[in-house]
């Protein structure tokens, strides 16, 4: 007879564009690699827009939470919370669209879910073990959002600005930040905080060696 195989330990990071949501999860994800253990990004999960103008795709509030394949991305956790293997979808952020490749991904004892809307969706909330929500004043994520936009996706200064001006910042504060009473630990200032971090990897090896310890009886 099989041994059935636990369930991963699924930690969801949010928090606004810039925040530092991928400096916290490449944090945990550094203090626990002698563990199986995986990022998933939400990004990932952009709709497929291959049928639309590239003004129409450039056009897209891409902060709202229609922008993404909810449906997809909780289909593909489930999977993987299920022990089984998924192709994850690319996004082309130079083209507004979904790549012709994909990714294999094996499941891991661990996932760590990042991405701005998680904790917008309920049926994905229900799928988490721990929620993060990472705080970060305005200010620093526009100065990091421009940063990263000019330098890793060939974007211009006045389209950044524009863009955060009248989707980045406004769908924030309507659909990110209220999203921070289903947090259960609420970092501020991102990968800065190591105290927060530490707290989470120490909570993570607690939970897995409780996974493992059910395992072996």
């Known amino acids: 007879m ?3 195989q636990s369930r991963p330990v699924i930690i969801g990071v949010t928090g606004g564009s810039s925040s530092g949501k991928t400096t916290v999860s490449r944090a945990i994800y550094d203090q626990l690699q002698n563990e199986s253990i995986m990022i998933l990004q939400q990004d990932a999960y952009y709709n497929d827009q291959a049928k639309m103008t590239m003004a129409q795709r450039k056009a897209v509030n891409y902060d709202h939470p229609l922008a ?16 089984h293997a998924i192709e994850k979808p690319v996004y082309d952020y130079t083209q507004y669209t979904r790549s012709a490749q994909t990714i294999h991904q094996e499941p891991k004892d661990v996932i760590i879910l990042e991405g701005i809307l998680i904790l917008d969706d309920e049926r994905l909330r229900n799928l988490m073990d721990i929620k993060v929500f990472v705080d970060t004043d305005d200010d620093i994520r526009i100065i990091r959002r421009i940063e990263r936009d000019i330098k890793e996706r060939q974007r211009d200064l006045d389209g950044i600005i524009k863009q955060y001006l009248t989707t980045v910042k406004p769908m924030y504060h309507q659909f990110v930040e209220p999203t921070k009473r289903y947090a259960d630990l609420i970092v501020p200032e991102g990968g800065e905080n190591q105290v927060a971090i530490d707290l989470l990897t120490t909570k993570i090896r607690s939970i897995l060696a409780q996974k493992k310890n059910g395992r072996a009886k």
């Open 2 to 4: 099989s041994v059935q």
């Open 68 to 83: 993404f394949d909810t449906d997809l991305l909780i289909e593909q956790l489930k999977q993987l919370r299920d022990n």
